[in-house]
């Protein structure tokens, strides 16, 4: 059914008349051409398509529009600020903690929220806060030393 949802994405209100049972991701991706979240699994299972709403990692595959309504969304294009990246993202580009670079836009915002939770993680609470993500790379040695580095300079 065909509603009025609107929402914050990145720090702008937006107001869209769509089906509430759309995913997320689809409307990230086509109404609002915000590219950098990526499908993959359409099951919530390799985190690739992860945003933050309210602060927190969620997977825009398995989440419908309508659950965000009155929220705030944030995708990747949305964590710099006044065009200075991330420590996250600094640090990924430091640490050359990408290959394809596929997953990474989900890897940095599930980092994001797993450093909200806990400021200063070990490395085995950063391997296990990170586990539901997948690298098909191979380059999670190097994810998550970025993430150790971006939690030292975010203290």
Same mark, same amino acid.
């Given at each position: 059914?065909?509603?009025?949802?609107?929402?914050? /994405?990145?720090?702008?209100?937006?107001? $869209?008349?769509?089906?509430?049972?759309?995913?997320?991701?689809?409307? $990230?991706?086509?109404?609002?051409? $915000?590219?950098?979240?990526?499908?993959?699994?359409?099951?919530?299972?390799?985190?690739?398509?992860?945003?933050?709403?309210?602060?927190?990692?969620?997977?825009?595959?398995?989440?419908?529009?309508?659950? @965000?309504?009155?929220?705030?969304?944030?995708?990747?294009?949305?964590?710099?600020?006044?065009?200075?990246?991330?420590?996250?993202?600094?640090?990924?580009?430091?640490?050359?903690?990408?290959?394809?670079?596929?997953?990474?836009?989900?890897?940095?915002?599930?980092?994001?929220?797993?450093?909200?939770?806990?400021?200063?993680?070990?490395?085995?609470? /950063? /391997?296990?806060?990170?586990?539901?993500?997948?690298?098909?790379?191979?380059?999670?040695?190097? /994810? @998550?030393?970025?993430?150790?580095?971006?939690?030292?300079?975010?203290?």
């Amino acid at each position: 059914m065909r509603g009025d949802i609107s929402f914050e /994405i990145n720090g702008r209100p937006v107001r $869209l008349e769509l089906d509430g049972n759309r995913r997320l991701i689809w409307v $990230l991706r086509t109404e609002l051409a $915000l590219t950098g979240t990526k499908p993959s699994c359409a099951r919530g299972l390799c985190g690739a398509c992860t945003v933050l709403v309210n602060d927190r990692p969620v997977r825009s595959c398995v989440t419908s529009v309508e659950s @965000v309504r009155g929220k705030k969304v944030v995708t990747i294009e949305g964590l710099a600020r006044d065009g200075k990246l991330h420590p996250l993202q600094k640090a990924f580009i430091e640490h050359d903690a990408l290959q394809c670079g596929f997953c990474t836009p989900g890897m940095i915002l599930t980092a994001y929220g797993l450093l909200r939770e806990k400021r200063r993680p070990s490395r085995e609470e /950063i /391997i296990r806060g990170m586990d539901g993500n997948l690298c098909r790379c191979g380059a999670h040695k190097r /994810i @998550v030393d970025a993430i150790e580095s971006a939690a030292a300079e975010m203290k």
